[in-house]
């Protein structure tokens, strides 16, 4: 695993620093190693590193690119992620003790937040794309649904979203935030949402609504 890493890390650097062409070649070897980041994630099952690493790396490549992929490949990208988030699902990597949540002491517990706030980026970025192309977000032109991949991996982050983990500022504002977006730009989709995750949303903005964070209560009175 020190490898893989090693390998993944240096592909996260590449992500952070290309510019102009280099984007180019930065996608092609990205949808090149997609398969192996796939196998990777089943052989590696429940390793919360292996996870936090490609969902890290996935959210930076789309990033550096935001503003020069095509509709072709960033459908392409989004079918990798619909992936990404099946064996994430599959092996419940996000999961956190709730009695270790609160301190974080043990290594794999940290893992698994992590694992949540590097989802939520993903997300995060995943709907940068629709500012860059909005026609995506009005449902026309053919685009590509950004909003359903966004929701699909709401559905799957939300339960995990406890009070403890709600509690650690920075994951409670990604949190926050990503859903005030999502509750301005796609209100039909939010009161549209499946009973139980509705519950599920609820009960995170009840909570936001209490925090001691003030950007946290004003996102979750925008949402």
Do not use: W
């Not at 590696?44 to 959210?59: C, D, F, G, I, W």
């Amino acid at each position: 695993m020190p490898q893989v890493e090693f390998v993944l890390e240096g592909l996260r650097g590449a992500a952070q620093s290309l510019t102009g062409p280099g984007l180019g070649l930065l996608l092609e070897i990205f949808a090149t190693v997609q398969p192996v980041l796939l196998k990777l994630l089943r052989v590696q099952e429940k390793s919360p590193r292996a996870v936090y690493l490609v969902l890290r790396l996935t959210a930076e490549t789309i990033e550096s690119a935001i503003s020069d992929i095509t509709p072709q490949d960033f459908g392409a990208m989004l079918g990798f992620v619909y992936e990404v988030l099946g064996e994430y699902k599959k092996q419940n990597l996000g999961a956190v003790s709730l009695q270790r949540s609160k301190a974080l002491k043990d290594e794999e517990q940290e893992e698994k937040y992590k694992n949540v706030r590097a989802l939520l980026r993903l997300l995060t970025t995943l709907t940068e794309r629709d500012m860059v192309d909005f026609t995506t977000a009005a449902g026309g032109g053919g685009g590509v649904d950004v909003a359903n991949a966004t929701f699909v991996g709401l559905e799957m982050v939300v339960p995990l979203l406890t009070p403890e983990l709600l509690a650690f500022p920075k994951l409670s504002r990604q949190y926050f935030s990503l859903m005030g977006h999502m509750c301005e730009v796609y209100a039909d989709r939010v009161c549209a949402l499946p009973a139980e995750f509705f519950r599920y949303f609820v009960d995170t903005l009840a909570f936001g609504l209490k925090a001691d964070d003030f950007q946290v209560v004003g996102n979750s009175l925008e949402a």
